[in-house]
């Protein structure tokens, strides 16, 4: 499948792109090599082949789910400008 001039002036317009004369030639020819390559990779059998999520068959590192520092509220709550039982209090904004 190959790309013209007026797809890929189409496309820009509705991308809200401004491009010149001489960037619709070269993006013509760019996309033209791109969608050559899908159609090479489509010609390929995959009827075999399992899905993945990943290139290299590895596990996702995982830690324990630990509370660290979970008894810092006063020692935030100093930090804070304003506070009252034991909560953060901040200006109305919604009337």
């Known amino acids: 499948m190959s790309i013209n ?7 820009a317009n509705l991308a ?3 491009i010149s004369d001489d960037e ?3 993006h013509t020819n760019q ?3 791109i969608l050559g390559l899908m ?3 489509n010609s390929l059998p995959t009827d075999n082949v399992e899905p993945m999520t990943h290139a290299v068959d590895m596990l996702m590192p995982a830690r324990e789910d630990v509370v660290v ?3 810092s509220r006063e020692i935030l709550l100093n930090c804070a400008p304003d506070s009252e039982d034991g909560h953060f209090r901040v200006p109305k904004i919604i009337e």
């Open 5 to 11: 001039a007026d797809t890929v002036k189409h496309v």
């Open 16 to 18: 809200r792109l401004n």
């Open 24 to 26: 619709v030639e070269s």
């Open 31 to 33: 996309l033209s090599q």
């Open 39 to 41: 159609d090479q990779l």
């Open 69 to 71: 520092n979970g008894d």
